[in-house]
Nanobody, 127 residues
Framework: QVQLVESGGGLVQAGGSLRLSCAASGRTFSNYAMGWFRQAPGKERAFVAAINWSGDRTYYADSVKGRFTISRDNAKNTVYLQMNSLKPEDTAVYYC????????????????????WGQGTQVTVSS
C-alpha cells in the first residue's frame, strides 16, 4: 500500500514562495509518475503539475506555468513543488498523487489516472 505525506504548506503573502514536499512509501517510487493537484474552496480539484517517473518530463497547468516547479528526488522517495510569485488565487489544499502505471509516458493531467493521494496541505496566500 502506498502512503503519501505532504508537508510545507502555510500562510504566505502574495509574491512570496513556499516549497511543498511529498514523502512516499510502499512501492518503488522511481517507477511511477507523480502529480500535484489542488482544491480551492467551493471548487473541484484541479491539476497543478506532474513529473514522469524518470524526472525528465514535467507538465504544468497554464495558471502556474513559469511560477511553479515540480521536481523529484528518487533517492529520497520525495516529490517537491516549488511555488514562487504566489497569488491569492493559489489558495487551496494541495494534494500529491501517485500514478497508477509504472513507467508511464502518456498524459499526466488526468486526476482519474492517479491511484493514491496524500491527505493534503493547506496553502493560503494573503493579498
Amino acid at each position: 500500500q502506498v502512503q503519501l505525506v505532504e508537508s510545507g504548506g502555510g500562510l504566505v503573502q502574495a509574491g512570496g514562495s513556499l516549497r511543498l514536499s511529498c514523502a512516499a512509501s510502499g512501492r518503488t517510487f522511481s517507477n511511477y509518475a507523480m502529480g500535484w493537484f489542488r482544491q480551492a474552496p467551493g471548487k473541484e480539484r484541479a491539476f497543478v503539475a506532474a513529473i514522469n517517473w524518470s524526472g525528465d518530463r514535467t507538465y504544468y497547468a497554464d495558471s502556474v506555468k513559469g511560477r511553479f516547479t515540480i521536481s523529484r528526488d528518487n533517492a529520497k522517495n520525495t516529490v517537491y513543488l516549488q511555488m514562487n510569485s504566489l497569488k491569492p488565487e493559489d489558495t487551496a489544499v494541495y494534494y500529491c498523487a501517485w500514478h497508477r502505471s509504472q513507467f508511464y509516458s502518456g498524459v499526466l493531467r488526468m486526476e482519474a489516472s492517479y491511484d493514491y493521494w496524500g491527505q493534503g496541505t493547506q496553502v493560503t496566500v494573503s493579498s
